[in-house]
């Protein structure tokens, strides 16, 4: 029996740390759950936007929540959501560039250097 209480102390500390770990990961990530959500039900309602393709969550002077998505008409926007005041901007991705395009641009005009 003394054998066995070292594994089962060991089983039991590693237990205690991966359940740990897993409502710290929880309670961190609960604040983007709960605005994704938000935000994807504004744009649902607002926009009419029936699937979601993408959240984005900006963080500078303001903060903006973004819903990619499409409408009933299968028609490609951007939902921006002002996260103060709740202002609401629908955009067309059409009429927009793509990913790429705008990043060879920051990197060609702000030369912005690796992570730190």
Known sequence: M??????????????????SALFIYHAAN?????????AVSLAEKYAHVTTVDDFYWFNRKHSYLTVAGQTKQHKAVFVIIAQ??????????SAGI????????????QAPKKGL
Not at 11 to 17: A, Q, R, S, T
Not at 30 to 38: D, F, I, L, S
């Open 30 to 38: 609960k604040p983007a759950v709960t605005a994704r959500r938000e």
């Open 98 to 109: 793509s990913r790429n395009t705008a990043l060879k641009r920051v990197w060609r005009t």
């Open 2 to 19: 003394r054998k066995h209480w070292k594994s089962y102390s060991l089983i039991g500390v590693i237990l205690l740390i991966i359940v």
């Open 84 to 93: 103060k005041g709740g202002k609401i901007t629908v955009l067309d991705q």
